[in-house]
């Protein structure tokens, strides 16, 4: 398998401007994370899916942010209007989970720079 | 005050020395514990996966959870330049508790190995 898929691997864009993250994971993977990650606040939990559904989304910071999954093999993080703040590398996950307990695998993340 | 706590560092050895690394959680519903590497502008990598308390030992790695104290750690013996790398702790909650599938991460530890 190729592992979890993420595009763009960098994005800069003008401030206001919509941003939208891609992500593609691992086949019969169940759960999908995406994940921001800066210095100062280490890697936070923005929202989570359960076979495509959100189960939560308490970590997306503002209205400004969504994330969708229409299907198993594809999510999106969506961010509009962005901000500078909103600077960080976004990373998405997944596993697959039976008994409990998770092995997620991380894409390679998209570092994204709002000017 | 965070679910999960671990001491950002960073953290600088001799080559060769033990490294013990440390996080600390408040949420008695964690039973899985893992431990992810992340270089440079790398996504992180699962290194360790422990379930409940005990050690687990793989190669010049071990892991140790103590659930009374809320407390885990990684061990790595003989350390390499190698090994320099952000060390992040991560945790989730039991199959049919709450939240179940939520990865919560620690803050990360910076370790450098000086040759």
């Known amino acids: 398998d190729a592992g979890v898929i993420q595009s763009p691997r960098h994005e800069v864009t003008e401030m206001g401007q919509e941003v939208t993250l891609r992500c593609k994971p691992i086949?019969?993977?169940?759960?999908l994370f995406w994940y921001r990650q800066t210095m100062m606040r280490g890697l936070e939990l923005l929202i989570y899916?359960?076979?495509?559904?959100?189960?939560?989304d308490s970590g997306m910071p503002e209205d400004r942010f969504s994330a969708k999954m229409p299907n198993a093999s594809f999510s999106t993080l969506k961010i509009q209007p962005s901000e500078p703040r909103d600077s960080a590398v976004y990373f998405c996950?997944?596993?697959?989970?039976?008994?409990?307990?998770?092995?997620?695998?991380f894409g390679q993340g998209t570092r994204l720079t709002v000017v | 005050q965070k679910e999960v706590e671990q001491d950002p560092g960073p953290l600088s050895v001799p080559e060769g020395a033990i490294v013990s690394l440390n996080c600390t959680y408040s949420?008695?519903?964690?039973?899985?514990f893992m431990w992810y590497r992340q270089y440079s502008r790398k996504g992180p990598e699962l290194l360790m996966y422990?379930?409940?308390?005990g050690n687990k030992e793989d190669g010049r790695f071990t892991a140790q959870v103590d659930k009374s104290s809320k407390y885990i750690s990684l061990f790595i013996r003989d350390s390499q330049p190698s090994d320099s790398a952000t060390y992040l702790c991560?945790?989730?909650?039991?199959?049919?508790?709450?939240?179940?599938?939520?990865?919560?991460f620690g803050q990360g530890t910076t370790l450098q190995v000086k040759p």
């Open positions: 949420n008695s519903a964690f039973q899985y």
């Open positions: 991560a945790m989730t909650a039991a199959h049919g508790s709450g939240n179940t599938g939520k990865l919560i």
């Open positions: 899916f359960n076979n495509n559904v959100p189960i939560d």
């Open positions: 086949s019969g993977h169940d759960y």
């Open positions: 422990t379930y409940s308390s």
């Open positions: 996950a997944s596993s697959f989970q039976r008994q409990g307990g998770s092995k997620a695998f």
